[in-house]
């Protein structure tokens, strides 16, 4: 298995940006997946999470209304929309399948800040 994020950087309170997950080595289509993060000093969040066709999503409270998940099952990725970024959504952003509970990627940095 491999789960590689991708998109993460530096941008202003109110910005947006896009996470990228690159999957493979399991049958990415037939498993619902989830997208964590984890703050300094904090325990790791769950964010989103999507089913495996794409047709349920769901999100933390702290993102409703802000950040948007979705998924390509024929690339084998997903994505996660985020705008109106605020600095306590400053974390390492993770993508995950419970295929593999145990797995977990190098994460992409996101960092909120004027």
């Not at 996470?19 to 703050?39: E, V």
């Not at 999507?50 to 390509?72: E, L, P």
């Not at 399948?97 to 145990?102: A, F, M, V």
Request: net charge positive; aromatic share 12%; hydrophobic share 30%.
């Amino acid at each position: 298995v491999q789960l590689v994020e991708s998109g993460g950087g530096l941008v202003q309170p109110g910005g947006s940006l896009t996470l990228s997950c690159a999957a493979s080595g399991f049958t990415f289509s037939n498993w619902n997946m989830k997208w964590y993060r984890q703050a300094p000093g904090k325990e790791r969040e769950l964010v989103a999470i999507i089913s495996s066709s794409g047709g349920h999503v769901n999100y933390a409270d702290s993102v409703k209304g802000r950040f948007t998940i979705s998924r390509d099952n024929a690339n084998n990725t997903m994505w996660l929309q985020m705008n109106s970024l605020k600095p306590e959504d400053t974390a390492v952003y993770y993508c995950k399948t419970p295929r593999y509970p145990n797995y977990w990627g190098q994460g992409t940095q996101v960092t909120v800040s004027s």
